[in-house]
C-alpha cells in the first residue's frame, strides 16, 4: 500500500523542497521505490516539453520511480505568484476534481511511498471558492509541517498546526528548517517540541544538497 505524505510550511519560502527532497532520498536510501510529487507549481521555465518548475524537476531528480512529468506536476503555472491567481491570468481554473484524480492515478503506480511537496503555506487558495486543504482532507494521506526557524515562527507554526488539525487532517512530523539559526533557537525548538503534538523528525541546517539533508532526519519516527 502507497504510504502518502504532504509536505506543507508555514509559508512560502521555508524550505518545503529541501525537506521534501530530502525525504525522497531519505526513503530511497532505505530501499524503498519513492515518488516525489509537486501538484501545483507556480514560477515555471518554457521546456521542450512544457513548462516545468525547478522545485518539480529537484523532486524528480531524487525519486527513484520514473513517470512522465505531467503526473509528477499536472498544475504546472508560468508566473510564480499565487497559483490561483496564475491560473486565471491564463483563462485556466484549478479545480479540486483535477487534483483528485492525479492522486488516484498515482495510487496505480507501482511504489512504496509518495512524497507530495504543496505549494505556499497551508490555506493555499486554489480557485475562487476551495482552498487546497479541503483537497488534502479528502485523501489518505498525513501532513508533516515545515517550520522555518526564524523570527516570527512559533506563531507561525502554531497557527499552521491549530488549521491542519481543524482540516480533518493529521500531522505526521514536523521538520525544522534552520540554514541561517536565529537568537534563542535552542529556546524556540524546546516551545515548538513541546507544543507540536507530532515527532520532530529533524532540524535541516545550510546543506548543499538532498542526500546531506537526508542524514539529519529520522524518518523511522514517521512509523
Not at 116 to 143: F, M, R
Not at 154 to 182: K, Y
Request: hydrophobic share 45%.
Amino acid at each position: 500500500m502507497l504510504r502518502r505524505f504532504f509536505i506543507t510550511g508555514t509559508d512560502t519560502d521555508v524550505g518545503k523542497t529541501v525537506a521534501s527532497t530530502a525525504l525522497v532520498n531519505a526513503f530511497v536510501t532505505q530501499g524503498q521505490r519513492v515518488i516525489g510529487h509537486k501538484p501545483i507549481s507556480a514560477g515555471c521555465e518554457q521546456s521542450p516539453e512544457g513548462l516545468v518548475n525547478d522545485d518539480a524537476l529537484q523532486l524528480i531528480a531524487q525519486s527513484n520511480v520514473t513517470m512522465p512529468y505531467h503526473l509528477v506536476n499536472p498544475i504546472a503555472l508560468r508566473e510564480p505568484i499565487a497559483p490561483h491567481i496564475a491560473a486565471a491570468q491564463c483563462h485556466q481554473t484549478i479545480t479540486s476534481a483535477e487534483l483528485i484524480a492525479n492522486y488516484a492515478q498515482l495510487d496505480h503506480i507501482d511504489a512504496d511511498v509518495l512524497i507530495s511537496e504543496g505549494a505556499g503555506g497551508w490555506c493555499l487558495p486554489i480557485n475562487d471558492s476551495e482552498l487546497l486543504p479541503e483537497v488534502v482532507s479528502q485523501l489518505d494521506i498525513q501532513v508533516i509541517l515545515v517550520v522555518a526557524m526564524r523570527l516570527g515562527c512559533l506563531n507561525h507554526a502554531l497557527l499552521t498546526q491549530q488549521a491542519i488539525e481543524q482540516s480533518g487532517c493529521q500531522i505526521a512530523g514536523w521538520i525544522a528548517n534552520a540554514p541561517h539559526p536565529q537568537l534563542c533557537m535552542d529556546e524556540n525548538l524546546a516551545t515548538l517540541t513541546a507544543r507540536i503534538d507530532a515527532p520532530l523528525l529533524g532540524i535541516i541546517p545550510n546543506v548543499s544538497n538532498a542526500k546531506a539533508a537526508a542524514q539529519y532526519l529520522d524518518i523511522s519516527l514517521l512509523d
